[in-house]
C-alpha cells in the first residue's frame, strides 16, 4: 500500500463512525503567534479547548503535518 492509501484507509474508517474529515493545518501556523510549528494534530482545536471557537462538528479526524523534535526541553 502507498502512503495515500493507508491515509484514506484511516480517514475513511472514522468517517464511517460520524467523524468529520478535517483538512490539516499548516506546518507553520499563521493565526497563532504563540506557536512556532504544529507539533500535534490537535493544534487546529486551540480554540476550541480555550473556549473562544465553536465547530458544527464534535468528532473530527485528519492526518495532520507536523514536525517532531527531540531534546526541546532538555535545557528548559
Not at 480517514?11 to 501556523?29: A, D, E, Q, T, W
Not at 510549528?37 to 480554540?47: L, R, V, Y
Request: overall charge positive; aromatic content about 14%.
Amino acid at each position: 500500500m502507498t502512503s495515500r492509501e493507508i491515509r484514506n484507509q484511516f480517514l475513511n474508517f472514522f468517517k464511517g463512525k460520524n467523524h468529520k474529515i478535517v483538512s490539516s493545518s499548516p506546518v507553520v501556523p499563521f493565526d497563532d503567534p504563540t506557536l512556532l510549528f504544529t507539533n500535534a494534530g490537535m493544534n487546529q482545536f486551540k480554540d476550541v479547548f480555550l473556549g473562544k471557537g465553536k465547530r458544527d462538528y464534535t468528532r473530527a479526524v485528519d492526518t495532520q503535518k507536523c514536525i517532531r523534535v527531540s531534546g526541546k526541553y532538555k535545557y528548559l
